[in-house]
């Protein structure tokens, strides 16, 4: 069985944890996580949160992109 690459599908770097982060709000009053816009909580557990999460960035083409995300933010 081969692998078929689909170009309209684009592929992303995955992120499995960040040890420095840095929260800002913006001139607008968005809330942001290093690049990621927080938009709401989705759940709350003993060992943190899950909040529901959008990245703008540029594609290799130039063109904006908005992704969702769920990011789980651990307790220390």
């Not at 990621?36 to 003993?46: H, R």
Request: aromatic share 10%.
């Amino acid at each position: 069985m081969s692998s078929i690459a689909h170009p309209e599908v684009p592929h992303y770097p995955v992120v499995t944890e960040e040890l420095y982060t840095a929260e800002t709000i913006s001139k607008d009053g968005k809330k942001y996580l290093n690049e990621y816009e927080l938009l709401e909580t989705l759940g709350e557990g003993s060992y943190g949160k899950v909040r529901k999460v959008k990245r703008h960035y540029q594609d290799n083409n130039g063109m904006e992109v908005t992704s969702l995300y769920a990011m789980k933010v651990a307790l220390q």
